[in-house]
């Protein structure tokens, strides 16, 4: 999937007001994603979402950074350090930085967020992609780019969850690409501690569903008892 639907939403006081009780009826841990075009969005939304009845905050650093060129937050060691330590003070909740694949070396950018007290990481955001309609020589996308996700990127995603796993010990939330338990197993094998879905949902809003099915099958399949036993138990070459 190639999209740009951008970051619209109906902002932080609307979501705390209206779709934050209907979350919590649901029985199921919310964790909310954040970003902003300056540290000072980051810091104010995070100051707020501290007072909210939430789990955890994932911060999405694939956003442009406005006072820096627009160059997203995430693409630098120091970029990632800056803005995760400006909140790390005002959030006491479980911190998740998300990581922007579109950079040379990964494991930078994930140091930074340890050495600035996240609690995890998660990656990957999407890749950068371009996609032009022959005929007419314009691209499809009304913003010229876009994000790519779903299974095409899922080597990329298993590589750099492998990368960072030995570069960091805060633990990996995985994901590009998983659609069954498979792929999920897979994630967790290059050091994966949790996945999570996201294009595969428009496949088939049951995937997440299923996805657990799969994973509990291949742990009976080979008499695994605890999953975390699995976590970075790749065999390289
Ligand atoms: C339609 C769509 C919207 C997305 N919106 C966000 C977002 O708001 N914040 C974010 O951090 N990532 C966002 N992502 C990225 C996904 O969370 C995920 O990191 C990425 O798509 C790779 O996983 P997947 O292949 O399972 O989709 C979005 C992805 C898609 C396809």
Redesign the pocket.
């Known amino acids: 999937?190639l999209?740009s639907?951008g970051?619209q939403n109906p902002g932080v006081e609307y979501f705390m007001q209206y779709d934050l009780p209907w979350l919590k009826n649901q029985n199921v841990a919310v964790i909310v994603?954040a970003?902003g075009s300056t540290i000072e969005d980051y810091v104010e939304l995070c100051k707020i979402l501290n007072k909210a009845d939430i789990d955890g905050v994932?911060l999405?650093l694939?956003c442009p950074n406005v006072k820096a060129g627009c160059l997203a937050f995430g693409t630098t060691y120091e970029g990632v350090k800056e803005v995760t330590s400006q909140v790390r003070k005002v959030l006491d909740k479980p911190l998740i930085v998300?990581l922007t694949p579109n950079v040379t070396d990964i494991t930078l950018p994930a140091k930074g967020a340890e050495d600035a007290g996240a609690d995890a990481v998660s990656l990957?955001?999407?890749l950068l992609g371009m996609s032009i309609n022959i005929n007419t020589r314009k691209p499809y996308l009304a913003n010229n780019t876009g994000?790519l996700?779903?299974p095409a990127?899922k080597p990329v995603?298993v590589r750099m969850v492998y990368q960072v796993s030995q570069a960091v010990n805060i633990p990996i939330l995985g994901?590009?690409?998983?659609i069954n338990g498979d792929d999920a197993i897979e994630f967790m094998l290059a050091g994966a501690s949790a996945v999570?879905?996201?294009?595969?949902n428009?496949i088939d809003p049951y995937t997440s569903v299923n996805t657990v099915k799969g994973i509990e099958e291949y742990m009976k399949n080979n008499n695994i008892d605890k999953i975390e036993d699995i976590v970075g138990k790749v065999q390289m070459n």
């Open positions: 999937m999209n639907i970051l994603n970003c994932e999405n694939s998300k990957i955001n999407t994000g996700s779903g990127v995603a994901m590009g690409g998983i999570s879905i996201g294009a595969g428009f």
